[in-house]
Structures are given as structure tokens and as C-alpha cells.
């Protein structure tokens, strides 16, 4: 029940474009709070990936992307890579919890 | 090298206390907000807390407030996060985290420490 709401899952195979959905409310995404992408790869910390909706840290390649609408972001990888399998987390703030907020997480399979 | 460690971690009681370190190396620790987010086992991420630069403002998840308190020692150049009465469900992987320059991302991350409460 996280206050951000991801897809379990999405696979794709190698090569292939993907996209991870995050879906928010008006205390969070959509009252304007930035979102902001981290990879986490098996039994790794978080890693930040895409931060203020679609801008890239350093040596984040340029096939991660991210976008913003309304009460929704969403995360596309392209040409897919097998190192891309990994677990993806949105996160912004909230207004009403005055707290920040993560996304339950989306697990990407490489098939 | 910018880089977060956190420490002591373990097992603990319902209804004990354990105290968790982060020591920050790489960077001018003094200026930057600090989080802790912590990750139980097989589920997602979830922040806990948030100290300003000069600990002037205090922010706690619902679920600790009242049992956990955040400090830091900008001189030491470390985090603290003190747990008390600890529940089963305080189970998880507890990461320090930098708030960076936007103020509303986590853009460095510790390896995590586990604390693991149980009888």
C-alpha cells in the first residue's frame, strides 16, 4: 500500500524499450513535487538513476529517460541490456505526510 | 571518494533499543540534510527520517515517531539514529542517505546496516 504505485513487474528482452509507470495523487505528484528514479540491483544499495523527473546523474547512460505528467512519471529504458535487470523505485514528497515517499518498486526481468 | 558507512546493526528484542551510525568521508558533510531509509526484507524502500544541515528541523515516517530520534555530529562528520522499543516490523535494512542539492532526492546511499528484531 505505498502511497506511490508501481507495476510488480514488466520484462522485455534484450535490446527492447520498456517503461515503468508511477502513479501519484494531488498531495504528491501532482501538487508539483518533483519525481526522482533509483536503480537498485540485487543486493546492492539504491542507486539514484533519474532525479527532478528526467535528468540524468553522471554516468547514467542516456538510455534511461525519464517524464512527468499530471499525477504520473514514468521511467523508459531502451535498448535494454541484461545488467538492466534490477528493481526500480519512484520517489517524490508529500504534502499531507510531510514526508517522502517512495513507490513500491518494480522488478525488471531481462528475458 | 564520496561515501556513506553505516554501522550497528544486530539483533535485538522486541522492546530493546539499538543505536545506528553512518560516518560520511568525501564530502562537506556539514552543508547537506540527512536521511534514514530503510528496506524490509523483500519489500520496498521507505523513509524513516531527516535532520537539516544544522539539525534545526526534525522529520519522522508516522511509523517511528516517538520511538526513533536522528542526531548528527557535524565535527564527526557522522548520523545517528537511536531506536527504541523496537517491533518485529522495524525489521529491515536501514540506509543513511544524502538529500542533495534540490533537497528532495537521495542521490548518495550507505550499503546498509540490518537490524533484525526478534525474540
Known amino acids: 500500500q505505498s502511497v506511490l504505485t508501481q507495476p510488480p513487474s514488466v520484462s522485455g528482452a534484450p535490446g527492447q524499450r520498456v517503461t515503468i509507470s508511477c502513479t501519484g495523487s494531488s498531495s504528491n505528484i501532482g501538487a508539483g513535487y518533483d519525481v526522482h528514479w533509483y536503480q537498485q540491483l540485487p543486493g546492492t544499495a539504491p542507486k539514484l538513476l533519474i532525479y527532478?523527473?528526467?535528468n540524468r546523474p553522471s554516468g547514467v547512460p542516456d538510455r534511461f529517460s525519464g517524464s512527468k505528467s499530471g499525477t504520473s512519471a514514468s521511467l523508459a529504458i531502451t535498448g535494454l541490456q541484461t545488467e538492466d535487470e534490477a528493481d526500480y523505485y519512484c520517489q517524490s514528497y508529500d504534502s499531507s505526510l510531510s514526508g517522502w515517499v517512495f513507490g513500491g518498486g518494480t522488478r525488471l526481468t531481462v528475458l | 571518494e564520496v561515501q556513506l558507512v553505516e554501522s550497528g546493526g544486530g539483533l535485538v528484542k522486541p522492546g530493546g533499543s539499538l543505536r545506528l551510525s553512518c560516518a560520511a568521508s568525501g564530502f562537506t558533510f556539514s552543508i547537506y540534510s540527512m536521511n534514514w531509509v530503510r528496506q524490509a526484507p523483500g519489500k520496498g524502500l521507505e523513509w524513516v527520517s531527516s535532520i537539516t544541515s544544522t539539525s534545526s528541523y526534525i522529520y519522522y515516517a508516522d511509523s517511528v515517531k516517538g520511538r526513533f530520534t536522528i542526531s548528527r555530529d557535524n565535527a564527526k562528520n557522522s548520523l545517528y539514529l537511536q531506536m527504541n522499543s523496537l517491533r518485529a516490523e522495524d525489521t529491515a535494512v536501514y540506509y543513511c542517505?544524502?538529500?542533495?542539492?534540490?533537497?528532495?532526492?537521495?542521490?548518495?546511499w550507505g550499503q546498509g546496516t540490518m537490524v533484525t528484531v526478534s525474540s
Open positions: 542517505a544524502r538529500l542533495g542539492a534540490t533537497g528532495d532526492t537521495f542521490d548518495i
Open positions: 527532478a523527473n528526467s
